[in-house]
């Protein structure tokens, strides 16, 4: 694991953290690959319950290196290049949209650009009253990567997300919350600690039912009424199968909290 990017393991939940705080977490091309190989292999990690991305230092990022841009490092690239450099890159998107596991992006300070993509990308969005929420790409003459026009069209709705891409507006805490963008806010000597508690139960929760849950409710953002359906019902009737829906039930009419053990 890069300098750049920590991780830590406890109690079934993973941290990863953008660890750049001199330049706000800035994302550098390792730190976007160290980023997708480690979200790549806790996707099929039995100890991992849950991840939790988050920033180091007053910000969650401020998105793409604008000082490497400036300096013209891609420059001599081809166009074929630079695209397919680009998209093997944003994977990291589709990976954790994809992954049977929660992802939680914890927000403090901005998070902004390619940085907001990715945390638009994650399962829930828990953020301290400091947060900046911006797409910024109009600011530096970019159209946008990392799937956030996918990610933020389906929370806000096409004219929003309009709006905010072309104009790049600052979105405080408690604006973004109103529009769906972040799911708390929460005072910021309470973040970490707020984050835990809610990472911990899904890591301690039902795994396999999670994310059967989480690959239906994925499915049903595009699917129809009758696909949705087929979805639920293979879904709902493989989780019914497993021996943590035999415990719930069993918890359940023995007036206990069960215990989950991931199959």
């Known amino acids: 694991m890069s300098e750049h990017l920590l991780e830590r393991q406890e109690n079934g939940v993973v941290w990863l953290t953008l660890n750049r705080p001199e330049r706000l977490n800035a994302l550098t091309d390792g730190m976007l690959d160290g980023l997708l190989a480690a979200m790549q292999r806790l996707s099929e990690d039995r100890e ?10 007053r910000g969650f990022s401020a998105g793409g290196d604008v000082k490497g841009m400036a300096e013209g490092s891609h420059q001599d690239d081809t166009l074929e290049g ?23 992006a914890m927000i403090r ?29 109009a600011q530096v003459a970019l159209s946008g990567d990392f799937g956030g026009s996918w990610f933020l069209t389906r929370l806000v709705g096409p ?9 790049a507006a600052r979105l405080g805490a408690e604006e973004a919350l ?6 708390r806010v929460v ?15 899904l890591a301690a929760g039902p795994r396999i039912t999670l994310a059967y849950m989480k690959q239906t409710l994925n499915g ?16 709902h009737s493989r989780s019914g199968l497993t021996e943590d829906h035999l415990e719930a039930a069993k918890a359940f009419v023995e007036k206990r909290k069960p215990v989950f053990v991931g199959r």
């Open 48 to 57: 991992t319950g849950c991840i939790v991305l988050s920033g180091a230092g």
């Open 82 to 104: 630079r695209m397919q450099s680009l998209r093997r890159r944003m994977e990291v998107s589709r990976v954790i949209h994809e992954m049977p596991k929660p992802v939680i």
């Open 109 to 137: 300070g901005p998070a902004a650009g390619a940085s907001l993509s990715v945390a638009l990308a994650c399962d829930m969005r828990i953020a301290s009253e400091t947060a900046l929420i911006t797409t910024g790409f």
């Open 159 to 167: 004219a929003k997300a309009k709006e905010l891409y072309m104009t």
């Open 178 to 183: 109103a529009l769906g963008i972040l799911n």
């Open 187 to 201: 005072a910021d000597d309470v973040l970490e600690a707020e984050t835990t508690k809610l990472a911990e139960s």
């Open 220 to 235: 049903a953002v595009t699917a129809s009424l009758s696909e949705t359906l087929d979805m639920e019902a293979r879904n």
